[in-house]
Nanobody, 125 residues
Framework: QVQLAESGGRLVQAGGSLRLACAAS????????LGWFRQAPGKEREFVAV????????YYADSVKGRFTISRDNAENMVYLQMNSLKPEDTAVYYC??????????????????WGQGTQVTVSS
């Protein structure tokens, strides 16, 4: 079992930067992909980015490509989401999630087995 906990969410001005962190409760194998999703009020949970824990493969949603970067520190069981050039439409609760499947890239929420509690990111204009 994998437990995940996000941190780093806060209020930030449009155009600013923020780094979110996700800590895993145990070391994951290279079969786990770690992803970021977000959900704004009244909207469906949407895919943001994913990284292969045991490799170097990443994939991003078109809405964040070129602005966000997902990275990992396997020794510390951490995954990060560096968010640059933030926009008000990035405002949402951000969740990290773990996928034990094999399909690449996993972009649907139902593909993920474990979820964190979420961290609020608010981008002001």
């Amino acid at each position: 079992q994998v437990q995940l906990a996000e941190s780093g969410g806060r209020l930030v001005q449009a155009g600013g930067s923020l780094r979110l962190a996700c800590a895993a409760s145990r070391r994951t194998s290279n079969t786990y992909r770690l992803g970021w999703f977000r959900q704004a009020p009244g909207k469906e949970r949407e895919f943001v980015a994913v990284i292969n824990w045991g490799g170097a493969s990443t994939y991003y949603a078109d809405s964040v490509k070129g602005r966000f970067t997902i990275s990992r520190d396997n020794a510390e069981n951490m995954v990060y989401l560096q968010m640059n050039s933030l926009k008000p439409e990035d405002t949402a609760v951000y969740y990290c999630a773990a996928d034990s499947g094999s399909r690449w890239p996993p972009t649907a929420a139902y593909e993920y087995d474990y979820w964190g509690q979420g961290t609020q990111v608010t981008v002001s204009s």
